[in-house]
């Protein structure tokens, strides 16, 4: 009898997977995307796959938009954190508290460091953003250090490369009380073909392609 009871029990250790997990507590799921869905617990998210396993453990810096405008495509309209080509929006903060974003792959490495203040989701490789690029220049008679702030519409690949800039952005305060996101002056619309946009003149269409 003990032995049949011993071997019961071997076997039923046998058909329960090793890995099997259970997760409790969750506050909300997103739809899967690309094999995985992020999961939020308090204001963390994290990513489990299509066996319902934590892949990518919850963390502060998985971005979703807290005021959703699903009409916009760039980070406002970013209602779940999603993968798209491989890359999730990750969150950062510079100067006053003012956001700027990156991108995370699969494994939770960050791929790009966050370094815009706007983005779209990557389409066949590539996407376009606002850039936030602060420089050193010194210190002056004070002995406090100044910066140069610079923004520019930019394309980027999926590996972080900035490979065109566009237009050089203007007036746009870094400060939580006065900064407003800007809206990105370039997407693209087919491969590469890019539309810019400048005030008062419309939208230009250019074949990067043969632009260089």
């Not at 700027?100 to 960050?110: A, L, Y």
């Amino acid at each position: 009898m003990k032995k049949t009871l011993i071997l019961w029990v071997l076997a039923l250790m046998v058909t329960i997977p090793a890995s099997a997990q259970v997760l409790n507590n969750i506050d909300e799921i997103a739809p899967f995307s690309e094999g995985l869905a992020a999961v939020r617990k308090g204001k963390q998210w994290g990513f489990i796959n299509e066996e319902g396993k934590m892949v990518i453990e919850y963390r502060d810096d998985i971005f979703a938009s807290a005021k959703v405008d699903e009409t916009k495509t760039d980070v406002s309209g970013v209602k779940y954190p999603i993968f798209s080509e491989g890359l999730c929006i990750i969150k950062s903060t510079v100067e006053d508290g003012v956001p700027v974003f990156g991108f995370m792959d699969t494994s939770g490495k960050i791929v790009i460091e966050p370094q815009f203040l706007n983005v779209f989701p990557f389409k066949d490789g590539f996407t376009t953003a606002v850039l936030f690029d602060k420089s050193f220049k010194g210190e002056n008679e004070f002995k406090l250090k100044i910066f140069e702030y610079k923004f520019f519409d930019v394309r980027v690949s999926s590996t972080g490369e900035i490979t065109d800039y566009f237009e050089k952005r203007d007036h746009v305060q870094m400060t939580v009380k006065r900064y407003q996101m800007p809206e990105i002056g370039a997407k693209i619309i087919h491969k590469n073909l890019v539309a810019t946009h400048k005030a008062g003149q419309g939208w230009t269409i250019e074949n990067l392609e043969t632009k260089k």
